[in-house]
Nanobody
Framework: QVQLVESGGGLVQPGGSLRLSCAAS????????MSWYRQAPGKQRELVAV???????NYADSVKGRFTTSRDNAKNTVYLQMNSLKPEDTAVYYC?????????????WGQGTQVTVSA
């Protein structure tokens, strides 16, 4: 059974920083692209950042220059460093990963972690 567990969310003032982590566990053969999504109240879930197995990254225009994603393949963990946070970054943040197991390859989701940017 594969699980993705996120941590690092919380309340932060505008201009502040947070670092999210997402660790995959279970009988994992390989992890492909790992992504961060977010969903604000009343809005659709949107892609924030993605990192491939080789370390190539891509970001939503709204977070370019402020957010950085990275991964530690030895720990099966992906990170999202969020700087210069704005109130509009407030959302539940989810990680997603394409993972190969003995049962095949599919994507998995974390449970989500709340990020609130407010004075």
């Amino acid at each position: 059974q594969v699980q993705l567990v996120e941590s690092g969310g919380g309340l932060v003032q505008p201009g502040g920083s947070l670092r999210l982590s997402c660790a995959a566990s279970g009988s994992i053969f390989n992890i492909g692209p790992m992504s961060w999504y977010r969903q604000a109240p009343g809005k659709q879930r949107e892609l924030v950042a993605v990192i491939t197995g080789g370390g190539s990254t891509n970001y939503a225009d709204s977070v370019k220059g402020r957010f950085t994603t990275s991964r530690d393949n030895a720990k099966n963990t992906v990170y999202l460093q969020m700087n210069s946070l704005k109130p509009e970054d407030t959302a539940v943040y989810y990680c997603n990963a394409f993972i190969s197991t003995v049962q095949g390859r599919r994507d998995y989701w974390g449970q989500g972690t709340q990020v609130t940017v407010s004075a």
